[in-house]
């Protein structure tokens, strides 16, 4: 979703838990982080612990588009999950 604020998802799941139930988004592995990390600079300026990341699922993408209600954002969860 690199159209999209991080920031504001993370901003979105915060205030909605009860919309986010467990098994819709997912926190990586070290395996599966390990691989990402290494392509982005990911450290904050200055270095320092970075979380991983956490994952959304088809259920979790969908119910993300759905409060952000933005047709963009709809189109492009919508375009994610078909193919």
């Given amino acids: 979703m690199d159209k ?3 920031a504001v998802n993370n901003k979105v799941v915060k205030n ?3 919309k986010f139930p467990e098994g819709y988004i997912f926190e990586l592995t070290l395996e ?6 290494s392509k982005f600079s990911a450290s904050p300026l200055g270095g320092g612990k970075v979380k991983r990341p956490k994952a959304f699922t088809e259920k979790g993408l969908y119910t993300l588009a759905t409060i952000l209600k933005s047709t963009t954002t709809f189109n492009f969860v ?3 999950l078909l193919k």
Avoid: L
């Avoid at 599966?32 to 990390?37: I, R, T």
């Fill in 4 to 6: 999209f604020s991080i």
């Fill in 16 to 18: 909605n838990p009860d």
């Fill in 78 to 80: 919508i375009d994610k």
């Fill in 32 to 37: 599966e982080w390990a691989p990402v990390k």
